[in-house]
T-cell receptor, first 113, second 116 residues
Framework: AQSVTQLDSHVSVSEGTPVLLRCNYS??????LFWYVQHPNKGLQLLLK??????LVKGINGFEAEFKKSETSFHLTKPSAHMSDAAEYFC???????????FGQGTELSVKP | GAVVSQHPSWVICKSGTSVKIECRSL??????MFWYRQFPKQSLMLMAT?????????EQGVEKDKFLINHASLTLSTLTVTSAHPEDSSFYIC????????????FGQGTRLTVV
């Protein structure tokens, strides 16, 4: 069975400093992995996805993630945080059937001025 | 990307009444849609998989008689919370995928349900 674990429930950074949101996954096959962002009382927006092509995936708004099979990790990074990045971030794995998603617990990102 | 529209965005209802939430794929056909529930400060939990033209598949612990799902067309799935109680208050989100093993799911805006 697939699962994802987000290692930090809350991350706080200062504006202009790097962001690192950690995610580990468990899967018995080569997974499809996603990062979604959710602003308060809003739906989810896809930041980026990994689907067995390049291991370094670039997404929107300057975010990127690196798939490391040996570490079963898919950490999300951004070189310089912006105030508008403050939101909830979810690491997600897709099952074999397509469409059914399994969510991590979420990481709340706070950005201080 | 594809657009999924969810309506209403928020609703307040009295205990004992029923509430219907709609999820529409606006520019693509979705044979399968998914309904999630999210409690405050928590992750999304899959409630059920809605299949066009057939019965929905519910996740363990989700009451099928309380959360009625209808997927009568390729662009519309509805979730009806029957005999709502305050503990049903939550944020409900639907999604539809374009299909395929590495599908991208497109999410509705979510519905904030408050039962008073």
């Amino acid at each position: 069975a697939q699962s994802v674990t987000q290692l930090d429930s809350h991350v706080s950074v200062s504006e202009g400093t790097p962001v690192l949101l950690r995610c580990n996954y468990s899967s018995s096959y080569s997974p499809s992995l996603f990062w979604y962002v959710q602003h308060p009382n809003k739906g989810l927006q896809l930041l980026l996805k990994y689907t067995s092509a390049a291991t370094l995936v670039k997404g929107i708004n300057g975010f990127e993630a690196e798939f490391k099979k040996s570490e079963t990790s898919f950490h999300l990074t951004k070189p310089s945080a912006h105030m508008s990045d403050a939101a909830e971030y979810f690491c997600v794995v897709s099952d074999l059937g397509g469409g059914k998603l399994i969510f991590g617990q979420g990481t709340e990102l706070s950005v201080k001025p | 990307g594809a657009v999924v529209s969810q309506h209403p965005s928020w609703v307040i209802c009295k205990s004992g009444t029923s509430v219907k939430i709609e999820c529409r794929s606006l520019d693509f056909q979705a044979t399968t849609m998914f309904w999630y529930r999210q409690f405050p400060k928590q992750s999304l939990m899959l409630m059920a998989t809605s299949n066009e033209g057939s019965k929905a598949t519910y996740e363990q612990g989700v009451e099928k008689d309380k959360f009625l799902i209808n997927h009568a067309s390729l662009t519309l799935s509805t979730l009806t919370v029957t005999s709502a109680h305050p503990e049903d208050s939550s944020f409900y989100i639907c999604s539809a995928g374009a299909g395929g093993i590495d599908t991208e799911a497109f999410f509705g805006q979510g519905t904030r349900l408050t039962v008073v």
